[in-house]
């Protein structure tokens, strides 16, 4: 059941609307709980419509295993998503900078606080992101150290391979992550894999990991897998950031989302002019890489990697 949540007018008689897809189990009971699913909030990250694809596909064909209510919303910034375009187009704003939003407010605001109001309505609620065209990131849920005694053994249940429990930036206070939880309910921050790009291994993790987490829930009775053990960090200097001593062009050496030992060789920045070595970069620690460049094209000061401090020099 296809349901439009917040709507605007737009110039030349169009009309933007914010959408989602309801599925229901074919016996709902009078209270049923509700799990919502969200992505597209910047229009460069796609990552998640392919797990939105995918929950409407199990799903629906499996209604008769539902205990609950899953609203499945692939595209909160559907102008962003049709542009290639992180923010609002015109605007030139972040979305997630914006809520809880104001319905007196702005076009963005006015949606954003209709977006709110839908799902403060949930017991549950995703919000999955991708990196940028940049970098690339493994499957983690990245949690502020204010909600983290209660979002912890949720985030533990989701099949990711990293959780990065972090300082609460003033930032964070506008994100729709932190206004759904400012108001009762949990929701848990994914971000995986690179902008602007889809990757199907890291889509179909995450979806057997809200399956997973569905079961737990009482909202799903089908088939789960175990989840993966994640890493976890909640102390800043655990993690490492690898920066680029000189521009050129970056080439990697080593596996993203694997370990790597105190030394090993991370890549090689390179001049394509005179075929010249500029750098090596290396870990300085045992850890797991949890980010890594993925756009070649780098300036001196580009982060290049995250490393996760693991084993004899972690503190």
Known sequence: MIKTVASSTLPVDERLEIRKNRILPLRPAKKSKIFSVVTGTHGDELEGQYVCHRLNEILNANREKLTGIVDIYPALNPLGIDTITRGIPMFDLD????????????????????????????????????????LREIPQVRISEDTAEELLPYAKELNVDFIWVHGAATVLKSTLAHSLNSVGVPTLVVEMGVGMRITESYGEQLVEGILHLMGRLGIWQGETKEVRQPHLSDNPEEIIFVNAPASGIFLQETSHGE???????????????????????RSECDGLLFTIREYPVVGEGSLIARILKTGEGKK
């Open 259 to 281: 370990s790597v030992c105190c030394g090993e060789r991370i890549g090689r920045i390179v001049n394509p002019l005179d075929g010249k070595v500029l750098a090596e970069l």
């Open 95 to 134: 979305m997630n900078r914006i809520f809880p939003g104001d319905v007196n407010g702005t076009m963005a605001e006015y949606l954003a606080a209709g977006i709110m109001e839908e799902l403060s309505k949930s017991d549950f609620c995703i919000d999955i992101h991708a990196s940028n065209i940049y």
